[in-house]
């Protein structure tokens, strides 16, 4: 395999495949990544990798689990395997709040883990969550490992210097039934952000930004590994967040090089390795770096230093903008649509949009620290009259530490309401739904027509920004309320 | 999965770019826990504000949806292409598909195949004009022809031989239960498991 490609390489279709998986002599994090899990390659077939962990919810699996029964399968490693509830959780009363089908999908799921043995983390239990939250918190998430789940935000875990990336249902299938999943080569990407983020600037809006100038399919075919000063400055937090956006610009996978954070943030989690096994680890985990020298096939440069906050005006997340600027001209036909869908004028400053939903959640932006940034805005103020806001944890356990600090005080007297974890209103798959015509300002990572119900119109931005917005009831700069 | 080797039948236009998976099926019909049954909630909101392209009579029936650029975008659902399937179309031409969905798509025994804009182009405003042609999308020559055209595409040799020979693909991974054994005795210990 060629060790460089020219930058402006048209994408091939297929993608480049069936390479030999002879290490590079310099290689990328990605590559090193994707080498240590290949079980079997030949130029004739995708390469046949190896899935250290396998994250199931009720959404996406019933069919394949009914694939493996009608074929007298079992699962393959149970113990590589786990399930929770999240798309379709209610996020207040309970199991008994859930429409028949999200009830039925539920039931499925436990009697599916309970045949096969794998641990389920279900609702109502301590360690439930989104998926994508509670892999990291329990220590699950490690560098080097390659994670798959039937969710195309699995890409979040390569925060932590691993291989993740989100799969279908029949994908779904053949890793339960052999732990192992046929893949294409692909390529590489480098995001390089170097500076320092102005006050009131988050991670969000570094991949807002992103996402604004490279358009949502400039990913497409690329395991992409965001590196710089800004990068390592960051928490794993805020790595998670950048990483879990990795798809909305169509990249297959997204990570960071695990560093110092990264084990400080692993140390001591329930499933983290322990006492000699942990320094093992440590030793190999610092591996885990692109090699000096090594060759992307594409790279992208940002300048942290001047980002501004910024926020969705569309109905990708490509249509995105600073929060100072204005509802730009449509230059194309998906641009005039988008106006329509979201009731907008060119030339309409973003700052004057009113809203009247609040959603502070979703497997992008619904960890503590996100809660505590938000918190910190709104503390002693009160959200607008016009506006109904909502804060859901990210995991139950995120919920409980939050409560243990205070922040749910915080939120329920500025007049957020205070909910249960799960996916929520990031998809609208539970009661929590954009009535039409309804406007929101949402920390989560899609704004695609009906995404959070039917008609609703959501503006894509940072926790801090949501916050904001709640207390004005119409977007805002956060600086100001700084 | 049934072998298909090629698609004849009529085109549909859905001339956008983007077109995301919320639209194709959105979320309020993933609730089933069957493969089957998509079909009518394809492309539900859009059809519910009437007039919608691919309801209309002339385009009633057709098998291949002709479409714009990065197709599919968005998430990992399969009950996406399982709808366009189940809605009678087991063809769609684009630009460019979205990775997660394109692979979806080949699992579903859809030939979802690429050709140059101008190509995709052609045929959308072929099929707007002159809705009751026919086309002929043949996975065995990898060409895309109609009256007076054929366009050639490449596809991945691999889901090309899944989807003509019609192949079980766990069934083909199975076979390296060896490899997948001694590759499992090689991983260090330190990695979690999830009891």
């Known amino acids: ?482 | 999965m049934q072998a298909v080797s090629k698609v004849t039948g009529r085109m549909a236009p859905l001339d956008r770019a983007d077109v995301d998976t919320d639209q194709i099926i959105p979320k309020q019909f993933l609730k089933r826990i069957e493969r089957t049954g998509y079909g009518p909630f394809l492309f539900y909101d859009w059809r519910a504000k009437g007039d919608f392209v691919l309801d209309r009579p002339e385009h009633k029936g057709a098998s291949v949806l002709v479409t714009g650029e990065n197709f599919g975008c968005g998430s990992s659902r399969e009950h996406a292409p399982w709808a366009i399937k189940d809605a009678g179309y087991h063809a769609i031409i684009s630009p460019t598909f979205a990775d997660i969905f394109r692979a979806n798509a080949y699992k579903t025994g859809i030939l979802a195949v690429t050709l140059p804009a101008r190509q995709v182009r052609h045929l959308i405003d072929l099929a707007t004009e002159a809705p009751t042609i026919e086309v002929i999308v043949d996975l065995e020559k990898q060409e895309v022809r109609g009256d007076g055209f054929a366009y050639k595409f490449d596809i991945d040799p691999f889901a090309r031989d899944m989807l003509l020979g019609g192949l079980d693909e766990i069934t083909l991974v199975e076979r390296h239960a060896p490899a997948i054994g001694a590759f499992e005795t090689q991983r260090p210990a330190w990695l979690p498991t999830a009891g």
């Open chain 1, 1 to 482: 395999m060629p060790t460089a490609k020219p930058l402006a390489a048209p994408r091939p279709d297929p993608p480049p495949e069936g390479a030999s998986t002879v290490a590079r002599a310099k290689g990328t994090l990605a590559q090193k990544l994707w080498d240590s899990h290949v079980v079997r390659s030949t130029p004739e077939e995708p390469d046949l990798l190896y899935v250290d962990l396998h994250l199931v919810h009720e959404v996406t699996s019933p069919q394949a689990f009914e694939g493996l029964r009608l074929a007298g399968r079992r699962v393959r490693r149970p113990d590589l395997t786990v399930a929770t509830m999240d798309h379709n959780v209610p996020t207040k009363g309970g199991v008994r709040a859930a429409d028949e089908l999200s009830r039925k999908q539920m039931e499925v799921l436990a009697e599916n883990c309970r045949r096969e043995g794998i641990p389920l983390h279900q609702i109502g239990s301590r360690r439930q969550g989104i998926v994508h939250v509670i892999g990291p918190e329990l220590g699950l998430t490690q560098p080097g490992m390659l994670i798959v789940c039937g969710d195309s935000h699995t890409s979040t875990h390569g925060a932590f210097g691993a291989l993740a990336f989100g799969i279908g249902t029949s994908e779904v299938e053949m890793v339960l039934a052999t732990q192992c999943l046929p893949q294409n080569r692909l390529r590489d990407l480098a995001v390089n952000v170097e500076g320092e983020l102005p006050l009131g600037v988050t991670a969000k809006d570094v991949v807002l930004g992103l996402i604004g100038r490279t358009g949502i399919s400039e990913g497409q075919g690329h395991l992409v590994e965001y590196r710089g000063s800004t990068i390592r400055s960051l928490s794993m937090e805020g790595r998670m967040t950048i990483c879990n956006m990795s798809i909305e610009w169509g990249a297959k996978a997204g990570m960071v090089a695990p560093d110092d954070t990264t084990f400080s943030y692993l140390e001591r989690r329930p499933h983290a390795p322990k006492g000699a096994a942990w320094d093992t680890a440590l030793d190999h985990w610092r591996s885990l770096q692109t090699d000096d020298g090594a060759a992307f096939d594409q790279e992208i440069s940002i300048d942290a230093s001047h980002l501004e906050p910024h926020v969705t005006w569309g109905t990708n997340p490509g249509q995105v903008a600073p929060v100072t600027g204005r509802v730009p001209s449509p230059r194309s036909d998906t641009d005039e649509r988008a106006l329509l869908y979201m009731d907008l004028k060119p030339g309409t400053a973003l700052a004057d949009i009113a809203i009247d939903r609040v959603f502070i959640g979703s497997c992008t932006n619904a960890r503590l620290e996100d809660l505590r940034a938000a918190a910190t805005v709104i503390a002693g103020k009160h959200v607008h009259s016009s506006v109904r806001a909502m804060v859901v944890p990210g995991s139950t356990s995120v919920k409980r530490a939050a409560e243990d600090e205070g922040l749910d005080a915080v939120f329920k007297a500025a007049g957020f309401e205070w909910r249960n974890a799960g996916c929520s209103m990031c998809l609208g798959m539970n009661p929590d739904i954009l009535a039409p015509g309804e406007r929101c300002a949402s920390t989560s990572n899609r704004n695609f027509e009906g995404r959070q119900g039917s008609g609703g119109r959501t503006h894509l931005m940072s926790p801090p920004m949501a916050a904001a917005a709640a207390i004005t009831g119409h977007l805002v700069d956060v600086r100001e309320l700084l």
